[in-house]
């Protein structure tokens, strides 16, 4: 071995060790189970869906038999942007044995963001899901309905929801897009300031925004509500969902 070759050996092991241990932690190995879960909730709470899904995957990957940790990764699929496979991931939950009502949840979610929306409304019409028929549910019925075009149930569903929970920000969008159907963008256009006045940072909230100055003609103020979307998009992951299409 050459003079040249030994007096570069010292600075270059140093350099792929250090590479080699941030691979590893950016893989999550040498974290402890719990760190990873710990880091999971936080990112739920900070809309970091992206992250998320890694170490949910990672995660389940090492618990392929955790229901619960399914039912977390159907989750952080379908807000990523994968509603097919969130589906597929909640109904394994369900075979694992995860309770019915928290499989039903996130099943009927990302069987109406796949665009199934008769399949959503028969799992969330079984009827041992009537006596615990919260907001959530109810506004989930609503969206079954508004996606099958039977607008008057999807009203009632979506007011029947706001009424047991006025902070639920998806069930007012819901509302909102219902209204504008059938009462006209006025009624729409209250329902969209309200959602934003409670989540001023929810994605949905400012794409019906902008979709709906798109459909009032107002261009300029429909391009600065996407402006405002687009940080929001990229955070969640899903740039797709950034779509103001005008339908």
């Not at 008769?118 to 919260?134: G, I, K, T």
């Not at 929970?165 to 509302?175: E, I, K």
């Not at 600065?224 to 969902?241: D, V």
């Amino acid at each position: 071995m050459s003079n040249l070759l030994r007096s570069r050996l010292p600075t270059r092991v140093p350099a792929v060790g250090l590479i080699a241990v941030t691979l590893l932690l950016g893989c999550g190995i040498g974290e402890s189970r719990e760190d990873r879960i710990a880091r999971v909730a936080a990112s739920f709470a900070s809309a970091d869906y992206r992250t998320a899904l890694i170490d949910l995957k990672n995660l389940v990957r090492e618990e392929p038999q955790n229901a619960d940790l399914r039912l977390r990764l159907a989750e952080a699929l379908l807000l990523t942007g994968a509603p097919e496979v969130a589906a597929a991931e909640a109904r394994k939950a369900r075979e694992l044995g995860a309770p019915n009502e928290s499989v039903v949840r996130q099943l009927a979610a990302a069987l109406i963001g796949a665009g199934r929306f008769q399949e959503a409304l028969d799992e969330l019409s079984r009827p041992e899901l009537e006596p615990v028929a919260d907001a959530t549910l109810l506004r989930l019925r609503g969206e079954a309905f508004a996606g099958l075009g039977r607008l008057a149930e999807a009203r009632e569903e979506f007011t029947d929801a706001l009424a047991k929970d006025p902070q639920d920000v998806a069930a007012r969008l819901g509302l909102a897009a219902v209204l504008e159907q059938l009462d006209g963008s006025d009624a729409a256009k209250r329902e969209i300031d309200r959602a934003l006045e409670l989540a001023p940072q929810e994605l949905d909230a400012h794409l019906a925004l902008a979709r709906w100055f798109i459909r009032a003609g107002e261009q300029e103020q429909a391009y600065r509500a996407f402006t405002a979307a687009l940080p929001l998009a990229r955070q969640r992951g899903s740039m797709h969902e950034a779509s103001v299409d005008a339908a």
